[in-house]
């Protein structure tokens, strides 16, 4: 499964972002705020799983961080919902994206933990620019061209490898030992 998931992860870019280029394209202001409700109610429901787990165990340290990060998502999701349009949303989507920043920050992997939370900035700059006519739907527009590319770029790079790959299978030479060994029992070892 590991040999295909660059391949695999080409084609979910590829397909999403064909599927979010052609519903953008066509119904872009709807695609955004769908995009921004299934977001907030997706955060609620992080929150409260972070919220019933981490309760009973929290203490000072890093679970209370866990805890606090789940409140903190489920008032974010709550706000979302509530209040969608204008000087709020853009409130809440800088918000986001600092808890974003702050979470990969704390982290003992900073990239790593920035590439598990793409969503959440796409999400975060989605939030940032709803009250602005037009640049969400640009930037949906935008990050759904780049996911086709990106999808493609990852097509093409592990095709690439493949064929080093078995070009080096194919140059190198397989050299066998002929060994020949006896079977040692208790009548030979004597």
């Known amino acids: 499964?590991?040999?295909y998931k660059n391949n695999?992860?080409?084609?979910?870019?590829?397909?999403?972002?064909?599927?979010f280029a052609i519903v953008s394209f066509l119904r872009g202001y709807e695609?955004?705020?769908?995009?921004?409700?299934?977001?907030?109610?997706?955060?609620?429901?992080?929150?409260?799983?972070?919220?019933?787990i981490y309760l009973p165990i929290s203490s000072f340290g890093n679970r209370s961080f866990i805890l606090f990060d789940g409140i903190l998502k489920v008032l974010i999701g709550v706000?979302?919902?509530c209040v969608q349009i204008g000087v709020v949303s853009t409130i809440i989507g800088i918000i986001l994206i600092?808890?974003?920043?702050?979470n990969a920050i704390i982290s003992k992997k900073f990239v790593e933990s920035l590439k598990k939370s793409v969503y959440g900035l796409i999400v975060g700059l989605?939030?940032?620019?709803?009250?602005?006519?037009?640049i969400a739907v640009l930037i949906l527009r935008i990050l759904?061209?780049?996911?086709?590319?990106?999808?493609?770029?990852?097509l093409i790079?592990?095709?690439?490898?493949?064929?080093?790959?078995?070009k080096k299978l194919k140059n190198s030479t397989s050299e066998y030992v002929d060994a020949s060994y006896e079977e040692v029992t208790s009548e030979n070892a004597k």
């Not at 695999?8 to 599927?19: M, R």
């Not at 790079?157 to 078995?166: G, M, P, R």
């Open 8 to 19: 695999l992860a080409g084609v979910y870019y590829i397909t999403f972002g064909l599927i």
């Open 31 to 52: 695609m955004v705020q769908f995009l921004y409700d299934a977001s907030a109610i997706i955060l609620i429901i992080i929150g409260v799983i972070k919220i019933i």
């Open 79 to 81: 706000l979302m919902l």
């Open 144 to 154: 759904s061209i780049l996911a086709v590319v990106y999808g493609i770029v990852l």
């Open 98 to 102: 600092i808890e974003i920043i702050a």
């Open 1 to 3: 499964m590991k040999k």
């Open 157 to 166: 790079i592990d095709t690439t490898n493949q064929n080093k790959k078995n």
């Open 126 to 134: 989605l939030a940032i620019f709803i009250g602005f006519d037009g």
